[in-house]
């Protein structure tokens, strides 16, 4: 539908309301075309009539403007489909626009002058062309990314103190159970830095062994169960637009682990570990102006580390204390199959293959070990860390 202004048009906030498919630029539309002059503030409504998302160039010709165009428009809601955010633009932003009429355009265009050893110097020409993405997108990532690494170990992240003191008998006792706690923040943005994303984590992890047996003196093999619990949230900002959302996985996991030493009384030689969980989580999603969706994951994670262990200095210090030093090169690898099902949006946008697949892990860890002569107590304090890490997304 075309809306006809024959003579001028003053607006203080007036509002129009207009169907448009949100594709690229040759979407269908509603028009307005005014033939005099426009002055003031309009602001207009977009009703989007199943459009997908396409990306623009010039963008969606709304507005036409004969006369003096001193008025301005305005979006009054957010406009989205697919992966872009659509913004009301005046022309000239391109070569083939008017700086009369008013375009709808999910690209941000940059200009710069021209050099003066070039023609035309006082001419602009366009630089660069950004896509709007919606920042529910970078919410989608940080849950996926959540729901896969949230209950992802190493084997050093579930040892410790394993010796305790009975409270009734004062004995001296050992525990195969362990907990694990973590309390994290993380920050990450796209490559062109255009969304931004800061996340808290809670994890906690209760687990121990079920069976340990050895087949000689050196070797040592352990079996054991996990279950856990953990709370994630994500902040996402958009650096092209006032706008930004907010996600929340909540989740639970259960599996089991398995470790093999070769050599477990002297903590030498090689060692392997794995784990296998199923994780259950629920997935919410929260953005500026649109409605909050809710999505659940579910699926595998399995891990298969090794390490070994080089004993490289000892020396026996003045108050009888053995000292030994060691280093261990580590090389994990984990599959992560936390998965989501196909996905509508409110807005119609398909979000399908939320998917992982591998997390590459090489560490190498130098340790220090203090043990007193005729006595059992132990200290394992870890001193540096060489990490390298790799993650590949379907």
Request: hydrophobic residues 35%; contains cysteine; proline residues 2%.
């Amino acid at each position: 539908m075309t809306l006809d202004i024959d003579k001028n048009l003053t607006s203080k906030n007036g509002k129009f309301v207009m169907n448009t498919t949100l594709n690229n630029d040759l979407s269908p539309t509603d028009k307005l075309i005014i033939k005099g002059n426009t002055l003031g503030t309009a602001r207009v409504i977009i009703n989007n009539i199943n459009g997908k998302g396409e990306s623009t160039v010039n963008g969606i010709e709304l507005i036409k403007v004969n006369g003096n165009s001193s008025g301005e428009f305005k979006l009054a809601n957010r406009t989205v489909a697919g992966a872009y955010d659509y913004a009301l633009q005046r022309g000239g932003h391109t070569k083939t626009t008017s700086n009369k009429n008013w375009y709808l355009t999910n690209v941000l265009i940059k200009t710069r002058e021209k050099s003066p050893h070039q023609f035309n110097p006082t001419e602009n020409e366009i630089e660069l062309t950004t896509p709007i993405y919606r920042p529910k997108f970078g919410s989608y990532i940080k849950n996926l990314q959540a729901a896969n690494i949230l209950f992802h170990m190493t084997l050093h992240d579930r040892l410790g103190e394993t010796r305790y003191t009975d409270a009734l008998t004062m004995e001296h006792k050992v525990t195969s159970m362990w907990i694990r706690g973590v309390i994290g923040r993380n920050h990450a943005r796209m490559g062109d830095d255009q969304l931004r994303s800061q996340a808290n984590r809670s994890v906690i992890q209760i687990g121990g062994d079920l069976a340990r047996w050895s087949a000689n003196e050196c070797n040592r093999y352990h079996l054991g169960g996990i279950v856990g619990y953990a709370n994630h949230r994500s902040d996402t900002v958009s650096n092209i637009i006032d706008s930004g959302s907010i996600s929340r996985t909540v989740g639970y996991s259960a599996g089991l682990y398995g470790t093999w030493y070769s050599n477990q009384p002297d903590q030498t030689g090689l060692y392997v570990n794995s784990w296998a969980l199923y994780n259950w989580f629920d997935n919410e999603i929260h953005g500026d102006f649109q409605h909050n969706e809710k999505y659940k994951s579910r699926g595998a994670t399995i891990s298969a580390e090794s390490g070994y262990t080089f004993k490289i200095y000892q020396y026996l210090s003045q108050n009888n204390l053995l000292n030994k030093f060691h280093i261990q090169p580590q090389a994990q690898i984990t599959w992560m199959g936390v998965k989501a099902k196909t996905h509508i949006d409110k807005n119609g946008t398909k979000i399908d293959r939320l998917g992982l697949v591998f997390w590459f892990i090489l560490k190498e860890r130098v340790s220090q070990t203090k043990t007193k002569i005729g006595n059992l107590n132990l200290s394992l304090k870890p001193i540096g860390f060489i990490t390298v890490k790799n993650m590949v997304l379907v």
